[in-house]
Each structure stands twice: as structure tokens, then as C-alpha cells.
């Protein structure tokens, strides 16, 4: 089954530690997007990918990088420059879903705890 | 970017009764389309509306798109517990893809 696969599910980091959250796609969709949540709330755009090699930031990208070198992959990396990085992941991709329109597929989330 | 702002904040029903949910936006639109979060998952496309349609059905959910107001709303009839859930409506207009803060529904059983 196509998909998207998000790892870790939990992950617990230390402040000033980079990490790095994974997000792989077999939907061969060209874009890419992270978004993050914290409770109660809705969805930020952290960064998002047209296309392989290309990437911007969304409307929260301070303290956070990504790289796009394949089409598969988009991680996404949790700076220590980040000041309030606790919160919940969504790895999307964007692709074809019936009469041509495009549409979201969401993977199932990270869930990133500072201590 | 294209951010759709949905109304009410948090809706709670009873178990049988119909939901209505908006969503409001500012700009021109190619689609729209709702989404499902159930707690601590990821979201879950449940329609897409094109600009040039005003309703379409999918099951229980009904939307409706007037875009001289700017507008959408979903409807979700004979409403379920496992329909709690937050929606969220999403505005296809180019690829910076942003959402509202989305509705919360709760349905009592």
C-alpha cells in the first residue's frame, strides 16, 4: 500500500540537540510539506517541496531545516535554535487523486518532547 | 498563502443530530477541500469541492461552496460517536498549503 511512512513516533530530546524527524513517501508525489501542532491548535506550515532539490519556508521556519534530495524523502531538523520545539509532526505529500485534483496524504505524526 | 478559517471553534452533539461546520476564505480558489483529524493522528482528506461546483455528496457528508461569498460549509448528517473528530478545511489555490485552526466536534453518544 501506498504511503507515508513518519519516524520516530516519540521522540524525547534534550535541549540544545538537533534532531532529526524522518518522513518517507512511496506515492511518488512531487510535493512535500511539514506542518507543526501543538495542543488544541491547528496546523503550521513549517516548509514545504515542489520538487526534488527545491524547497521553501512556511510560515514557521525559524529553527528548523530540511533538505529534499530525493523524491521519497523530505526530513525535517529540529535546531536547537528552535525555542519551544515541543509539539506534534505531520509529514504530508501531495499528489493525484481522481479527476485530477490534488490532495493531501498525511502520515501518522512525531511527536517531539523537550526536556 | 491561502488560509480557510473554519466556524465554530468546537461544536458538541448528540448522537443522531446533523453537523454543520464553515469555512470562510479571502482570495480566489481553484478547489476546496475538508479534512478529518481524529486526536493524536494524522489527517484524512474526506471531500474536494471544485470552484466551479456548488454541492457535492460523499456518503453522510455533504459540502457546499459559494464562492461569491467565499464560503464552504459541511454538513454531516445523522452524526456518529466516531465522527468526533477536528475538521479542517483546506483552500487548493497554489502549492504553500495552509490551514485554520479547525473545528472541534464532539458527538455524545
Known amino acids: 500500500d501506498g504511503g507515508i511512512t513518519q519516524s520516530p513516533k516519540y521522540l524525547f530530546r534534550k535541549e540544545g540537540q538537533n534532531v532529526t524527524l524522518s518522513c518517507e513517501q512511496n506515492?511518488?508525489?512531487?510535493?512535500m510539506y511539514w506542518y507543526r501542532q501543538d495542543p488544541g491548535q491547528g496546523l503550521r506550515l513549517i516548509y514545504y517541496?515542489?520538487?526534488?532539490?527545491?524547497?521553501q519556508k512556511g510560515d514557521i521556519a525559524e529553527g528548523y531545516s530540511v533538505s529534499r534530495e530525493k523524491k521519497e524523502s523530505f526530513p525535517l531538523t529540529v535546531t536547537s535554535a528552535q525555542k519551544n520545539p515541543t509539539a506534534f509532526y505531520l509529514c504530508a505529500s501531495l499528489g493525484e487523486r481522481g479527476a485530477g485534483a490534488n490532495v493531501l496524504t498525511f502520515g501518522a505524526g512525531s511527536r517531539l518532547t523537550v526536556l | 498563502s491561502q488560509q480557510g478559517e473554519e466556524d465554530p471553534q468546537a461544536l458538541s452533539i448528540q448522537e443522531g443530530e446533523n453537523a454543520t461546520m464553515n469555512c470562510s476564505y479571502k482570495?480566489?480558489?481553484?478547489?476546496l477541500q475538508w479534512y478529518r483529524q481524529n486526536s493524536g493522528r494524522g489527517l484524512v482528506h474526506l471531500i474536494l469541492?471544485?470552484?466551479?461546483?456548488r454541492e457535492k455528496h460523499s456518503g453522510r457528508l455533504r459540502v457546499t461552496l459559494d464562492t461569491s461569498k467565499k464560503s464552504s460549509s459541511l454538513l454531516i448528517t445523522a452524526s456518529r460517536a466516531a465522527d468526533t473528530a477536528s475538521y479542517f478545511c483546506l483552500c487548493g489555490s497554489n502549492y504553500k498549503l495552509t490551514f485554520g485552526k479547525g473545528t472541534l466536534l464532539t458527538v455524545n453518544p
Open positions: 506515492l511518488n508525489h512531487d510535493a
Open positions: 517541496s515542489q520538487i526534488v532539490n527545491d524547497f
Open positions: 469541492i471544485r470552484s466551479n461546483e
Open positions: 482570495t480566489s480558489i481553484n478547489n
